[in-house]
Nanobody
Framework: QVQLVQSGGGLVEAGGSLRLSCAAS????????MGWFRQAPGKEREFVAR????????YYADSVKGRFTISRDNAKNTVYLQMNSLKPEDTAVYYC???????WGQGTQVTVSS
């Protein structure tokens, strides 16, 4: 079992940047596919980005491609989501997830003002 604790997020103006962190304990993240999802008010949770275990292969939602970068620091047992050129439509609660096992972080609010 793995526990995920998120940090980062907050309020930023459109065009700005934020970095989210997801620190794991209990198991090494190298054994998991790690991802980020988000949920905006009144909308369903949606996929944002994913990094495949044992590789550097990454995948992104079309809406964030070229602006967001997912990365993993195995030494720190932490996954990051670097978010650049933020838009108001990126406003949501962001969640990290580890799979297999479907372990979720507690969520962190990102608000982008226009």
């Amino acid at each position: 079992q793995v526990q995920l604790v998120q940090s980062g997020g907050g309020l930023v103006e459109a065009g700005g940047s934020l970095r989210l962190s997801c620190a794991a304990s209990g198991r090494t993240i190298g054994t998991y596919n790690m991802g980020w999802f988000r949920q905006a008010p009144g909308k369903e949770r949606e996929f944002v980005a994913r990094i495949v275990r044992g590789t550097t292969n990454t995948y992104y939602a079309d809406s964030v491609k070229g602006r967001f970068t997912i990365s993993r620091d195995n030494a720190k047992n932490t996954v990051y989501l670097q978010m650049n050129s933020l838009k108001p439509e990126d406003t949501a609660v962001y969640y990290c997830v580890a799979d297999p096992g479907n372990y979720w972080g507690q969520g962190t609010q990102v608000t982008v003002s226009s």
